[in-house]
């Protein structure tokens, strides 16, 4: 019988955890045995009890969970800092581990998660096919960060979002800005809505406005040659630095309309580009705020601080990083049912891994011995390796700002 292991989360302030009780139930029910190191669903709301009653084996150490034949975490070594680094020592060949790996920003702890023989699988690489959508962890997570970062604006913000009549007079909704409009955008906007603010969002792709007016939200149009700005699949793609400068300055003249900026743009393994400059946010009025979903990357914002919530002239600027976590209990729910329908479809192919599946091989950054991915080589300062069943497809990164559609979804949100 196939284990399944999940330690606890060792990255500083997260509380998700890999699966839920709900999920090992699924499990258990396919022959899998699974063992929890006790305690790590405690700060997602989820008790050694919970799991027991589910079919889970507590384990009172790290190592036991270590010792699965499948280890299950949201922040993998190479994700989850300083912390985590012992965890490479309790990874053995034949191995398989699988979670969120920053597959294209840590070389160095990749690397050494390779050189154990360990077969490692990063959910940030999930390819974007219908065949894969229930395993689509960074949507999930992405739409929780959307929700949930409304929700932290309007805490902030020094004025109501709905427009109110009272015998005291009407008061004027609050105008909320959303750019980027993936799945954490699609969900601010949404969100926003429902609150009652008035809504206007903007995304490179001219065919992202239809998504937004179904919403109830206003696209802005600013008036600039955007026939180069979808990628393959409907994916946006990085511009020049000359789109670049011109959309920012059309930008700045909506911005300083807005009670509100939430920005949405990320480029997995690569700096977050800069949407709103100094001079946008100086150009709000005071009292104004803006939340910066890309934070973790460095931030759309260039005023951002990552982890930290400023005050710049007035307007607040939240840097808030791993905003899923701030909601743990329905995102590891939700992670938890990702991560799961991947073991299962990982377990089907057993005793061999399926390089020719493509959710395998497109999500499979070591093999035997060595990093197999061609991005996750290249990110690592590695030649390509040889053409051959071992090697997946090269395809191109995807951007954050993509159409959230059953074939066509977007990498936005956080990595783990």
Known sequence: MASAGVPRETFPGERRVALTPAVVATLVKADLKVAIETGAGAAAGYPDEAYRDKGAQIVATRAEAFAADYVLQVRTASAAGPEAREDVHSLRAGQTLIGFANSLAGPEVLTELASTGTNVFGMELM???????????LSSQASIAGYKGILMM????PKLF?????????IAPAHVLVLGVGVAGLQAIATAKRLGAVVEAYDVRAAAAEQVESLGARFVDLELDSSEAEGEGGYAKEQSEDFLKRQQEALGRVVATQDCVITTALVPGKQAPILLTGAMVRGMAPGSVVIDLAAEQGGNCELTQPGEVIEVDGVTIIGTTNIPTLVPKDASQMYAKNIATFLLHLVKEEPVIDLEDEITRETLIALDGQLVHPRVRAACGLDALPAGPAAPAAAAPSPAVGPPGPAARTEEGEEG
């Open 127 to 137: 390819p974007r096919i219908t065949r894969a959508q229930s395993m689509d962890a």
């Open 154 to 157: 309007a805490d902030s913000l």
């Open 162 to 170: 709905p427009m109110m009549t009272t015998a005291a007079g009407t």
